[in-house]
């Protein structure tokens, strides 16, 4: 009986050694692993780091050669002449437009092409023998027809290029709109407006709109900026339709958090009708749905629904 308990403990202990040899090469293989990934989070650290590095240096080359290429000089403008190809629009429109490196693309990182710069617009009347002039900040010329910079004069057929009627349209990529105009009737008064393209300036870097009334008064030609909501706030991705005369505006964009505003324009007046916005409560997103109601404190917002949204 001893001699088989003697036995059997010195199984028990040659097993206990197994087991601690293999505990332990287990360990060392653990921390050898941990250590060879650990140089491979390194290694590879490093070479992000160097492969930024590199991006970073070829970025800052290729915006020198940019620099270098850019034809312009810092106070070089170019005169633009419009024609508008519209029967139903009696002025002349002439710009000297001042390409702006900064401003441009390819030349700096923006997300919507084309060569950018200032500009001082003058919108004539031959018979009258009357001028307006508006100033503008970031004017665009098609890059195509930008072919001989050294020439600086270029004339701009706008029945050539690839102009949308606004009316009707839903959406619109910022690049569909490759011209420095529009004249279309945006306010349902029966004349045409001077649209005046902000390059790359709206929302989500679409362009945005300056629009102009222009007219004679007492035989002077006066072109004025339309100030009130919506037309401050119109761009490539407002909706316009003629027959409901509105105009729904695209304020504020995400995942979330995006709000479209319907005003109906009639005469000179222009009056908010509903809004509808996308926002989180504590159970999801949800889109709301607000109507306007006259009380003697001016318009206040009513709820007319709310919607979760999947």
């Known amino acids: 009986m001893k001699s088989f308990l003697k036995t059997v403990r010195g199984l028990i202990h040659k097993l206990a050694l197994v087991f601690g ?8 293989y653990g921390i050898l ?3 060879l990934n650990a140089v491979a989070e390194m290694n590879k ?9 590199m991006s970073m240096d070829e970025l800052e080359a290729s915006l020198q050669d940019n620099e270098d290429q850019w034809p312009y000089g810092p106070d070089e403008s170019v005169k633009v002449k419009i024609h508008s190809g519209n029967e139903k ?5 002439t710009a000297e437009w001042w390409p702006e490196l900064e401003k441009s693309v390819p030349f700096e990182r923006f997300s919507v092409l084309g060569i950018v710069g200032k500009a001082s617009i003058s919108i004539s009347a031959p018979v009258l023998g009357a001028s307006a002039v508006i100033a503008t900040q970031y004017f665009h010329v098609p890059d195509d027809i930008l072919t001989s910079p050294e020439s600086r004069s270029v004339e701009v057929m706008l029945s050539n290029l690839p102009q949308p009627a606004l009316m009707g349209i839903k959406s619109l990529t910022p690049d569909s709109w490759d011209t420095p105009i529009l004249l279309e009737d945006v306010d349902f008064d029966g004349a045409l407006e001077l649209i005046i393209i902000n390059h790359g300036q709206g929302q989500r870097s679409g362009h945005a709109f300056e629009v102009f009334d222009v007219d004679v008064v007492n035989n002077t030609l006066v072109a004025t900026m339309k100030s009130n909501p919506p037309f401050t706030d119109l761009g490539v991705y407002t909706e316009f339709d003629s027959e409901s005369k509105t105009i729904t505006v ?3 964009g995400g995942a979330c958090s995006s709000e479209y505003e319907t005003y109906l324009i009639t005469g000179n007046s222009s009056v908010p009708v509903q809004l509808v916005a996308y926002d ?5 997103c949800y889109k709301f749905t607000y109507s306007y109601k006259n009380t003697d404190i001016g318009l206040s917002k009513v709820l007319l629904k709310k919607e979760k949204m999947e």
């Open 280 to 284: 989180y409560d504590s159970s999801g």
């Open 89 to 93: 629009w009696p002025y002349e429109i």
């Open 45 to 53: 650290t490093k070479d992000n780091k160097k492969s930024i590095a």
């Open 33 to 35: 692993l941990a250590a």
């Open 21 to 28: 040899y293999i505990i332990i090469v287990a360990a060392m």
């Open 250 to 252: 695209y304020k504020s």
